[in-house]
């Protein structure tokens, strides 16, 4: 399967801005791409690119005064699979964890595992441990939660989302990966394309995806707790602890978003 991506967003600035996009299609995919990623800003202005503490690709530039397009596409070769469903993974004792994935048990910034563990042991405490806890993990959350973009605000978090029982991908993604967290099992936040393949088209304008990975045996295996269904076309672009360390940008001043557009779709042969 072949499937095309790209973006265009863009932003209104009263002075020039300092910005980190994180637009990039993942390390782990870009074997997969099909001639080259481009990614340019209107007007023309230099990026420079770095990988950032995760091993996400980065890039710097600094948008001039006034209206500035960010714009990508790519085209990304896939098996056409859904996501894998290993129901045999274990769930790894802590102490025998990499020193590496430690972080990914402890709380960030949206993730409030203080806040939930009591929760999350009264409602799994009896679930098989491995992927047995975290299917049950994502199943509730998937239940328990209606999706809405009007539910979306910013600064939602898992502890809110549990209370309000309403949000958009990130928030699914950030209550079950807390949950997951406090049983014991690494989790982490990611961001990428996932198109409406495979699938009925959804009545909603495309976007970025949220959904998480949690780590049983010695790999991570992705869960999406507001589709809660197996899906083909995911074209990852960032991981991280939570929403916050996978910005799509970060600008230092203030910018007005004016414009935002991404597309996911298969190439169809002629």
């Not at 990614?39 to 948008?63: H, K, M, Q, T, W």
């Not at 209206?67 to 790894?92: F, H, I």
């Not at 928030?171 to 990966?177: I, K, N, R, T, V």
């Not at 409406?196 to 998480?212: K, L, T, Y």
């Amino acid at each position: 399967m072949e499937i095309k991506v790209g973006f265009e967003i863009s932003y209104q600035a009263a002075q020039p801005t300092p910005m980190v996009m994180m637009l990039s299609i993942h390390p782990s995919r870009r074997a997969d791409i099909i001639g080259h990623e481009t990614i340019i800003a209107e007007p023309d202005v230099r990026i420079g690119y770095y990988r950032d503490s995760f091993g996400n690709i980065c890039g710097r530039l600094v948008a001039p005064a006034g209206d500035v397009t960010l714009r990508g596409n790519a085209r990304v070769a896939d098996r056409g699979l859904p996501d894998r469903v290993e129901p045999s993974a274990q769930q790894t004792a802590i102490e025998q964890l990499p020193d590496e994935l430690l972080l990914y048990l402890m709380p960030s910034r949206y993730c409030e595992t203080d806040k939930l563990t009591d929760i999350a042991w009264s409602l799994f405490g009896n679930t098989r441990p491995g992927w047995g806890r975290v299917a049950a993990i994502t199943e509730f959350v998937h239940q328990r939660v209606t999706f809405g973009y009007q539910h979306a605000h910013a600064m939602k978090s898992a502890f809110d989302v549990y209370e309000q029982r309403s949000g958009v991908c990130r928030d699914f993604a950030h209550l079950a990966l807390t949950l997951c967290r406090c049983m014991g099992i690494p989790a982490r936040y990611c961001t990428g394309y996932m198109g409406d393949i495979g699938i009925p088209p959804e009545p909603f304008p495309m976007d970025f995806s949220g959904w998480f990975q949690a780590w049983l045996g010695d790999q991570w295996y992705t869960f999406d707790a507001r589709h809660n269904v197996p899906r083909m076309g995911r074209i990852l672009m960032a991981t991280g602890r939570d929403a916050a360390d996978v910005a799509l940008t970060t600008s230092f001043g203030r910018m007005e978003l004016k414009n935002f557009v991404v597309i996911s779709e298969e190439v169809v042969a002629a």
